[in-house]
């Protein structure tokens, strides 16, 4: 059987490709950096042609057929969730809610401590060195461009509305640095690491050394 995994070539998808081709299947991976964009359609329909099943999540999958309800569509899980409540005795307008991210059962350490931070970078600014956080962080970019790269994952511009996040853990987190010239960026994020430990944790010249293999080649 074909897979079509969206997401495939990330720390997650990755496994599940890896998985499934050992199951003796045939996992194509597909993401930005094979240029499939779930958000704007780009390269999906090529990506889906000829696959029995599409993979948008770990968690589930649907076939090609089903692809209007499949789990990006309805939430996580698959599970179409609802962020408005209906008030019959309202006067206003109701609130617009979107949901712009979600992550089936990220790794969050026992006894987290759960923080949020708003990040501005200077024009031109690396960010911060290469480092790990003890748990997962979501991300959202408020103003201007970020660039953001994980171990194992190609670098990528994430822009102004639009979310990142990574696992923690054992991941080392590369590049978060700004992407303008002559602009500050800005965004916030949600850590849930160790309670007691640092937020970042800086990652030696010599593990960058021993680990250099498992960088993505970079542009």
Request: charged share 20%; aromatic share 4%; no cysteine.
């Amino acid at each position: 059987m074909k897979f079509a995994v969206i997401g495939g070539t990330g720390l997650i998808g990755s496994q599940v490709v890896r998985n499934l081709n050992a199951a003796g299947h045939e996992a194509v991976p597909h993401s930005l950096s094979t240029g499939v964009d779930v958000l704007t359609g780009q390269g999906v329909d090529a990506a889906l042609a000829g696959a029995d099943v599409e993979y948008t999540r770990p968690a589930g999958a649907a076939t090609s057929s089903q692809r209007k309800t499949t789990a990006e569509d309805e939430g996580p899980m698959g599970i179409e969730h609802s962020h408005h409540l209906d008030n019959p005795d309202a006067t206003t307008p109701p609130p617009k809610v979107e949901l712009i991210s979600s992550v089936p059962a990220p790794p969050v350490p026992d006894n987290a401590e759960a923080m949020t931070i708003l990040v501005t970078v200077p024009p031109g600014s690396e960010g911060s060195p290469p480092h790990r956080h003890t748990g997962p962080a979501f991300g959202y970019v408020i103003r201007g461009e970020m660039i953001f790269e994980l171990e194992g994952e190609p670098q990528r511009v994430v822009r102004a509305g639009e979310t990142f996040w990574e696992p923690g853990g054992d991941v080392i987190h590369y590049q978060d640095g700004n992407n303008l010239p002559d602009a500050e960026t800005v965004f916030v994020i949600t850590m849930f690491g160790v309670a007691g430990q640092p937020m970042l944790i800086p990652v030696s010249a010599e593990e960058l050394e021993e680990r250099r293999e498992r960088r993505a080649p970079r542009p």
